[in-house]
């Protein structure tokens, strides 16, 4: 079996397109979430795994080490929890800190040993343009800022075994989570639209190329960075995703 790319939370949405144009580009892909993919195709591999779960995503991290040759990683399982500071619990913020964050330091931790043998391997997590500052999202912001944080320290501590780690952070982007609580036509879908620069909500595809760029093995010279694929609204100071 050639090299292996693994994908979290890609029942839908961001996950989804990412799966798919990994798929297309000739890997296999191996998902790991609570839902079956809705992609059917021959190279995809599904895990049922609740992450937020920490013995399951060590259990889920051990098997999949042990049984393919994961070479990728792409951590963009996330929650959120929306609430202003007077409504977020710390229940809240340990349930989006362990699907973010902590799963994602798991799969880290376990797969990236057979990628230090092969001598190369790429890590893409899934941040937010939320980081710079959303109204409700107190828990949602500070996870998806854990994810950059783990980033920067995991380059210079990966950098010399071929592994590159860098995170992308999505504005708005038009998945079926956005589309319900922004119908197309609505008047709270337009506000959006005009308060991003290019003027159009982003497409799950738009991401999905993206963290491919970074996956490639030609991307080997850039590690620990940041980007925000969102129309400019990391410019503007938009709301965002």
């Known amino acids: 079996m050639e090299d292996v790319a693994v994908v979290t939370g890609a029942s839908s949405g961001i996950g989804e397109a990412i799966a798919q144009d990994l798929l297309d580009q000739g890997r296999t892909v191996v998902t790991l979430q609570r839902r079956p993919p809705r992609i059917k195709h021959p190279k ?5 795994v609740d992450l937020a779960d920490a013995a399951a995503a060590e259990a889920v991290a051990k098997q999949v080490a042990a049984t393919y040759p994961v070479r990728y990683l792409v951590n963009n399982a996330g929650a959120n929890r929306p609430g202003s500071l007077e409504q977020a619990t710390v229940e809240d913020m340990d349930h989006v800190y362990a699907l973010n964050v902590r ?3 798991i799969l880290i931790q376990t797969l990236v040993p057979g990628m230090r043998a092969a001598g190369f391997g790429r890590i893409v997590s899934i941040s937010s343009r939320a980081i710079l500052g959303k109204t409700q999202r107190l828990a949602y912001a500070a996870g998806k800022a854990g994810l950059v944080g783990m980033t920067r320290v995991l380059c210079l501590e990966l950098a010399g075994d ?3 780690i860098n995170a992308v952070a999505p ?9 319900n609580g922004h119908p197309i036509g609505s008047a709270k879908r337009q506000a959006v639209i005009d308060s991003i620069p290019v003027k159009w909500v982003g497409r799950p595809q ?3 190329r993206a963290v491919s760029f970074f996956l490639s093995p030609d ?3 850039i590690s620990g960075q940041l980007l925000f694929v969102c129309g400019g609204s990391s410019v503007s100071g938009s709301g965002g995703n």
């Open 44 to 48: 995809i591999l599904f895990h049922a």
């Open 103 to 105: 799963a994602a330091m």
């Open 162 to 164: 071929g592994i590159t």
């Open 171 to 179: 504005g708005p982007v038009a998945t079926e989570l956005f589309d």
């Open 206 to 208: 738009d991401v999905a």
């Open 219 to 221: 991307a080997g010279y």
